[in-house]
């Protein structure tokens, strides 16, 4: 693979970051992940929206125009001749030369870090025809998730606990309320009404999410925006999550136990088709 490290285009053996850089002793850096679909990106607008609002909440400097950007996602596409896959961003603030608290001066220079993933036909994931199944976990995670950080331990834990219950994935939950997934937002459907929680500093605002909230109102189903307990999700008529890399995919169980049919619903496998064309159309 060929992977990009503060302007080098460098094979992955070659790309080094020091033993000093905040990313790695402060986990003090952010990160996007951005689907490449048929050699184009998805919603590369709504990521670069999202980097800019992350790095602004950190007070961390962009190290680069979001065209340029652009234009390294692009060429790692070519080099490394992605069809189907991911791209990952990170930024961290850079080597301070030491280990300190503080933050280092402003212009300490910050490390960009782009690679890609391949994964040949993601879109048609086997897991969208037999849905995934969850557990619930505490939401143990600190309060500002709406920054995109890669502090991601504690999702790593939770996938952790939700393979050893046989399961997929984990949906958090706070003050009796589901959060999001380790690495997705949360959604139930009730009759024609699909409910996920409110932004705010609780969760990340999926860029997927928004997308697929729009798609739906385009398409006349009503949405709230609230949060909802565990109960209401059992009791729910279909369950999923999404995210840029999964995109929507139907959740059948919850804690052992079936939502609805314990088959991906209708309005989940909708959303998902629709969300695959019309983001296929967008995309650059
Ligand atoms: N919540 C969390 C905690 C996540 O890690 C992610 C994916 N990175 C999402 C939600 C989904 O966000 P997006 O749709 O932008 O991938």
């Known amino acids: 693979r060929t992977v990009y490290l503060n302007g080098d285009y460098l094979p992955e053996h070659e790309a080094k970051v020091s033993i000093f850089d905040r990313g790695f002793l402060m986990s003090d850096g952010i990160?996007?992940?951005?689907?490449?679909?048929?050699?184009?990106?998805?919603?590369?607008?709504?990521?670069?929206?999202?980097?800019?609002?992350?790095?602004?909440?950190?007070?961390?400097?962009?190290?680069?125009?979001?065209?340029?950007?652009?234009?390294?996602?692009?060429?790692?596409?070519?080099?490394?001749?992605?069809?189907?896959?991911?791209?990952?961003?990170?930024?961290?603030?850079?080597?301070?030369?030491?280990?300190?608290?503080?933050?280092?001066?402003?212009?300490?220079?910050?490390?960009?870090?782009?690679?890609?993933?391949?994964?040949?036909g993601m879109a048609d994931s086997p897991m969208a025809q037999t849905g995934m199944k969850v557990i619930s976990i505490a939401d143990q995670r600190w309060g500002r998730r709406d920054i995109k950080t890669v502090q991601l331990l504690y999702p790593s834990m939770g996938k952790m606990m939700a393979k050893a219950a046989g399961a997929d994935d984990a949906w958090m939950v706070e003050d009796g309320h589901v959060t999001e997934g380790t690495s997705n937002n949360a959604y139930i459907v009730k009759g024609n009404t699909i409910i996920t929680r409110h932004l705010g500093n609780e969760i990340l605002h999926g860029i997927t999410r928004a997308a697929v909230l729009r798609f739906a109102r385009e398409a006349q189903m009503k949405v709230e925006e609230r949060s909802f307990t565990i109960q209401e999700a059992l009791e729910a008529d279909e369950a999923f999550i999404t995210s840029a890399s999964t995109f929507v995919m139907p959740v059948v169980e919850l804690d052992g136990t079936a939502i609805g049919t314990g088959t991906p619903g209708p309005v989940a496998t909708r959303l998902r088709e629709i969300y695959l064309e019309e983001s296929r159309k967008a995309a650059v």
């Open 31 to 120: 990160y996007e992940v951005t689907s490449v679909l048929d050699g184009k990106l998805i919603d590369f607008d709504g990521h670069a929206v999202r980097l800019q609002r992350s790095l602004d909440e950190l007070d961390m400097a962009h190290p680069s125009s979001k065209d340029d950007l652009l234009e390294v996602h692009r060429e790692l596409v070519r080099r490394n001749e992605i069809t189907d896959g991911m791209i990952y961003l990170q930024i961290t603030r850079g080597n301070p030369g030491d280990r300190d608290f503080a933050y280092p001066p402003a212009d300490t220079p910050p490390t960009l870090v782009l690679f890609t993933q391949a994964k040949p």
